[in-house]
């Protein structure tokens, strides 16, 4: 096997037996993004020297006999949407082309203090607003799992990178699935954590009441040490929850047994393929074999999630968007312009593509006076019937289950012409957003020779319980 | 199915979005916001009588801090992507007649 084919939690056994080297781990990454993402399209950046010059560091640390986090040295893939000091963050859009932060976000901080070289900038829908990366301003990503597929979006750059072995895992961010539904149709775990969870400092922002940072990555086991890296209080982030994090790696064995778990019909019934549903409720059924107990729930309101996201996110991101006026940071037009609103005008309209200006049409139309309380208000109350219907099922079941894509990697194009058959791509992870709690994606079988991923939700803050029925999960996928 | 007018469409993007549209453009959103608004009609069917709203998830309320000072960005830092910039400060076109 070779180097970059390894999981993070193999390479890192590998690390600190000193096997292999952080910079050969490094330069194998490297190698294969230069025999593949010409094709694969995963990268937008690829920070090489700043990557080895990281790696050789944990080396010599190592070298030198320093205690170093378990992790250190195994390289992270970062998506464009989180801020990196001294490197190019774009969200894939024109309006952020040359964009160089002078901060790190949040989490890429906690990366470096784990001593993970970064080794690139993953391609993304622009603004994480999308579902297949097909609407980056730059370039379309392609799935590794089948070349002719989409990898699934927001995230689908950082996802094609780990699932095509261009790095050992990554970072995403999910506003309405853009982690799991990625991870889902590449293969991979994926995890959006608990609102509040892991810091949103830094991370250039969509929907403020929705978006979460999480972790990409090959195995169950990768997936709760990168979150365990990215987790914890942040002063800087005033929703960052002031909450112990767990260790989420000593929960994972733990099994099923003695856990209830519920299976909303509201996630099974239309729009799900029939062949994806079927596979999901067979990785349930050997859920239920290795001693998980399973019944069917009803939840109502989750069959209106998406009219209320696509009122809320839009609206959120018409007033985090409202900040790319040319003024401080970011593209602004050259041409002539007659006063400043011109001015704004030309350049939010050069720098923003299609569906951010689509978005920002649509959220300031729903924030304005005489819609406001009809579309705006209307969907914050529905947001909370959804709740609602969340916090009854945590008084019976400790996690619920149901299909993380109502379908496997669709072709690339198949979709990007018809908005509201792209959105329906969404239809079972977005009410956890609005919900705010936490969820993951597992891959539990293939349709067609394609992965299907089996998306887990669970309590506020139990990221563990959820880790732990995705580990078992994936035990009865090996072998 | 109900079209946005073209000259709220053009409210819209002219005086609160920022946004200078094509013709085109303008006639593809009357037809997408009168797609979509009519999609969110579905939510007027739901009784929301005492329900209240969810702004946010968390149930926590103002998170306040000491008024210390800290470090923060140089006056370089945070000129270093302005499009333009004179003296240490960000340059826009003219704003008031003269």
Redesign the interface.
Known sequence: MEICELTAHELAGRLQAREVSAEEATQACLDRIAETDAELGAYLTVTADLALEQARAVDSRRRAGEALPAVAGVPVAIKDVLCTRGVRTTCASRILE???P??DAAAVERCNEAGLPMIGKTNMDEFAMGSSTENSAFKVTRNPRAIDRVPGGSSGGSAAAVAGNEAFWALGSDTGGSIRQPASLCGLVGIKPT??RVSRYGLIAYAS?LDQVGPLTKDVRDAALLLGVIAGHD?RD??S?DLPVPDYVAELEKGVQGLKAGVPAQLLGQGIDPAVRDCVLAAVDRLVALGLEVEETQMP?ID?SL??Y??LAPAEA?SNL?RY????????TAKP?S????????T??EG?G?EV??R???G???L?AGYYD??Y?????????I?RNFDEAWQKYDVLLSPTSPTVAFKVGEKADD??QMKLADICTIPINL??IPAASVPCGEVDGLPVGLQIMGR?FQEDVILRVAYACEQTMSG | MPE?KREE?LH???N??????SDD?VER?QY??G???E??L???K?D?RD????????P?TN?L?DDQPGEC?SQE??L?????KIEGF?R????LEE
Do not use: C, W
């Open positions: 040359n964009f160089v002078p901060y609102y509040g009441s002063g005033s929703t929850a309101h209106y009219p209320v696509y009122i018409a409202a006026d040319g003024v401080r940071y970011g593209h602004r312009v006063d400043i609103y011109d001015m704004f005008a030309k939010r309209s923003f299609p200006r689509l920002i049409m649509l300031t139309y729903a304005s009809a579309y208000l209307k969907a914050l109350r529905v947001r909370t019937l709740k908005p509201l919900a705010g506020p | 946005i469409v819209v993007a002219n609160l979005a920022r946004l200078e549209l453009e959103l997408e916001l797609r979509i608004m999609y969110f579905e939510l007027q739901i929301t329900v209240d709203i969810t702004s946010h998830v968390l926590m998170v801090r960005l830092d945070a270093s992507n302005a499009p333009d960000f826009v076109p003219r704003i």
